[in-house]
């Protein structure tokens, strides 16, 4: 799993030679923020996942300051928010609006988000009034969606790295006895 994975990630020697990175040297290339284990794989899903809803394009800023906090991987928490994209978002608001209101309790209801018809820069200010607009039960129903797929994210992590891990060690098994029998 490991190997699969670092296929995707950037090498840090990229990031320490790359001179626009000089001034944050001394955070981007902490040895914890590049390296892969269970520990840090889980932690940099939940953290992508949790900063993927934040609205706007801040997602990956979200995702690359927890992940200097944490001191998880962070290219993979950045890759991790890439699940909001301009497709997906009005489905996931829609949900998180529905959770938002089933907790807050209230009435509103969910108004159709802004048409784009191709004008890309008087849509965002349509976009965010939109979003502005749907207030309480978004906000609240954002923040629990995030810590719900956050959750997720790391369980899910955490058991799939397990349960390679035992894969992989009872392979190594069954070919240490073929070759200790003669096989």
């Known amino acids: ?10 090498n840090p020697d990229v990031i320490r030679n790359n001179r626009w990175f000089t001034p944050f040297a001394n955070t981007l290339l902490h040895p914890r923020l590049w ?3 269970r520990r840090s794989a889980a932690g940099a899903v939940a953290a992508g996942l ?14 690359a300051i927890c992940a200097v906090i944490f ?3 962070l290219p993979l928490a950045l890759l991790c ?13 829609m949900v998180a609006f529905e959770i938002g ?21 008087g849509w965002i200010p349509a976009l965010t009034h939109w979003v502005i607009g749907l207030g309480k039960p978004l906000a609240l129903g954002l923040v629990l969606l995030a810590s719900l797929l956050a959750a997720l994210g790391y369980l899910v992590m955490r058991l799939g790295w397990r349960y390679w891990l035992v894969r992989a060690i ?4 069954i070919v ?4 200790a029998s003669g096989m």
């Open 101 to 121: 209101r089933a907790v807050l309790g209230g009435s509103a209801n969910f108004a159709a988000p802004p048409a784009m018809n191709g004008d890309l820069l």
């Open 176 to 179: 240490r006895r073929k070759t």
């Open 71 to 73: 001191r998880v991987n």
């Open 35 to 37: 390296h892969l284990n």
């Open 50 to 63: 949790f900063c993927g809803l934040i609205p706007g394009p801040l997602q990956m800023l979200g995702a």
């Open 81 to 93: 928010t890439l699940y909001t994209n301009p497709f997906t978002i009005v489905p996931i608001y």
């Open 170 to 173: 009872k392979r190594r098994a």
């Open 1 to 10: 799993m490991r190997r699969s994975l670092k296929r995707f990630l950037p």
